[in-house]
């Protein structure tokens, strides 16, 4: 009987491209099995962001006592990772009886990767029918496989320059293509600062009732606590784990959800629920600080300018002035130099790697394509036992620049050493 692993390989087979974004045949197999959501449908996009959102709305609805069904993309560690049911993973089993569904049903029809296994998701959330479903939009939001299920509450947590050759260069073009998650007169909640034009342009055609960030909801943080408000609903906690920006996203996102599927409790349930679960939430390779080998060691998969400047922000706020050396990895159509520049005032060493498969980067590209001073290896592995030689005991070794990096280095029991 093939397994899990075997199925994976199979399923990256039935394709030439990688990335195919004409929904065609997509949406063709969904009306031929009859794939249709049987739950409130909560649809995430934007460049950043989206993993801590759609954890926190996870924790949130299960915490009230709703079931939930959550679809992300990429994973770290294990493809079930992707498909949750009531925070917990999908198992083998359950995985490969929906594959068996979706190659039976396929016939000859040549599926992408992601396209086959979100088709998977589908059958396994239309079966378990949990009351609320998350769903993380893989790249951009109108192209997207994710987006053939149409949401009941659209999310987008922020907008800015990755993908560039897909969604356009500028972040108006991008702002256009993430909007392609909105339904007529359907809510939506937007979690970037500075939404471009094209944002409210495509809400205003459609009558999206939009829910905005420092405008229609507010967040500030002190030293100490996180300040959230929304409407006549206030609430002061600890500072979260998860950004504060995305935190704010998701509560907002939670209440309307709520309203929207007639779900009512005291406030003073509601706010334990938030508190509790901005405790609790967390993401592997989000800002994952942990200790290997008498050293500091942070995980962060940030790959675009924007996560860059993000991580940045953190850095500088670690304790006392820290020597940071970095491990980066990342893949080609990424825009390397731009996060390398963000990053380099606070970094005292680099140390860079090349990644396997298609997209990944080569060690001649990779020294092509770095015009800065630092060490080349041939795999994240490599790059940081040799970071970690190097280093002393005050050091901070950073891994960032894709999830691929990040996997690798949690192999070496990184994170489980803590």
């Excluded at 992601?114 to 029918?129: G, M, V």
Aim: glycine share 4%; with cysteine; charged share 20%.
């Amino acid at each position: 009987m093939p397994t899990l692993s075997t199925w994976l390989t199979h399923i990256e087979t039935l394709h030439p491209e990688v990335m195919d974004f004409d929904r065609t045949r997509f949406q063709a197999m969904l009306k031929k099995r009859d794939l249709k959501p049987h739950s409130f449908v909560i649809t995430v996009a934007g460049t950043n962001g989206k993993g801590t959102t759609v954890a926190l709305l996870e924790n949130l609805f299960s915490r009230f006592g709703l079931t939930t069904g959550v679809y992300t993309s990429p994973h770290l560690l294990r493809f079930n990772e992707r498909i949750r049911l009531n925070q917990k993973n999908v198992d083998d089993d359950t995985l490969i009886a929906a594959f068996e569904h979706i190659e039976k049903a396929r016939e000859k029809t040549p599926l992408t990767f992601f396209e086959f296994t979100t088709l998977a998701a589908f059958h396994i959330f239309a079966q378990q029918k949990p009351d609320v479903l998350i769903l993380e939009i893989g790249l951009g939001g109108r192209l997207d496989a994710v987006n053939t299920w149409d949401p009941n509450l659209a999310v987008i947590t922020s907008i800015d320059l990755d993908h560039c050759a897909i969604l356009g260069d500028t972040r108006e073009a991008i702002a256009k293509e993430k909007a392609g998650i909105f339904r007529p007169h359907t809510d939506a909640v937007i979690g970037e600062l500075l939404p471009p034009d094209t944002l409210f342009e495509a809400a205003k055609a459609l009558q999206v009732p939009l829910s905005c960030i420092q405008k229609d909801f507010h967040y500030d943080v002190d030293d100490l606590h996180f300040h959230y408000r929304y409407q006549d609903f206030q609430i002061t906690s600890e500072i979260p784990h998860i950004p504060s920006q995305n935190a704010a996203t998701a509560i907002t996102a939670f209440q309307i959800a709520l309203s929207r599927i007639g779900k009512s409790a005291p406030q003073a349930f509601i706010k334990s629920c938030i508190q509790k679960s901005l405790h609790e939430t967390k993401l592997l390779g989000r800002f994952t600080e942990c200790d290997y080998k008498n050293r500091k060691v942070i995980l962060d998969v940030a790959h675009n300018p924007h996560a860059a400047k993000y991580l940045r922000t953190r850095l500088a706020q670690l304790p006392a002035p820290k020597t940071i050396i970095a491990v980066m990895g990342m893949l080609k159509d990424k825009d390397m130099r731009a996060v390398i520049a963000m990053l380099s005032p606070v970094i005292a060493d680099w140390y860079f790697c090349a990644l396997p498969g298609e997209r990944g980067t080569s060690l001649a590209d990779l020294k092509k394509r770095i015009p800065f001073e630092g060490k080349h290896y041939d795999n994240p592995t490599a790059a940081f036992h040799a970071a970690h030689q190097i280093s002393h005991p005050s050091d901070t070794i950073l891994v960032l620049g894709s999830f691929i990096t990040v996997a690798e280095i949690l192999t070496l029991g990184v994170y489980s050493s803590k």
